[in-house]
């Protein structure tokens, strides 16, 4: 079992989120889940836990990103953190990071760094040893 059940996100825009996650997502091997349109939006990977949720906030105000916050997805190969990262840029995502090698986290460690359309902060890392 996962340490963790589920994460959620905030959106401004439920449509523009889910053509930005279903692309982005998709790169990694993460689906969205059928659910009934008045639902929010859910995404797994392998019919494992956690989930993403996208939501737009209950409080009526604008959805905001976490200044410091970040989610972090593990990625099966180098080509995959690409694929993330060009995804991202095409469906109205900004690069916070292009992909490539951050020797200061590891030896192996194969990141990309990006936006979402509301601001959220997401990365792809894939930890593969390439000899």
């Known amino acids: 079992m996962s340490v963790l059940s589920h994460i959620t996100l905030g959106t401004n825009d439920t449509a523009r989120s889910v053509?930005?996650?279903d692309s982005?997502?998709?790169?990694l091997g993460w689906e969205r889940l059928p659910r009934p349109p008045e639902k929010?939006?859910?995404?797994?990977?392998?019919?494992?836990?956690?989930?993403?949720?996208?939501?737009?906030p209950d409080d009526g105000r604008p959805?905001?990103?976490?200044?410091?916050?970040?989610i972090a997805f593990n990625a099966e190969s180098r080509e995959s953190v690409d694929a993330f990262h060009a995804a991202a840029l095409a469906h109205g995502g900004?690069?916070?990071?292009?992909?490539g090698l951050r020797?200061?986290?590891g030896d192996s460690y194969y990141a990309a760094y990006v936006r979402d359309p509301d601001g959220n902060k997401?990365?792809?890392?894939?930890?593969?040893?390439?000899?």
């Open 94 to 99: 900004m690069s916070e990071g292009a992909p």
């Open 63 to 70: 959805a905001t990103w976490g200044n410091g916050t970040h």
């Open 19 to 21: 053509r930005f996650y």
């Open 24 to 27: 982005v997502l998709g790169t």
């Open 122 to 131: 997401l990365q792809a890392v894939c930890h593969a040893i390439i000899d």
């Open 40 to 56: 929010a939006p859910c995404y797994e990977k392998g019919g494992q836990w956690p989930g993403l949720y996208l939501y737009k």
């Open 103 to 105: 020797p200061h986290y």
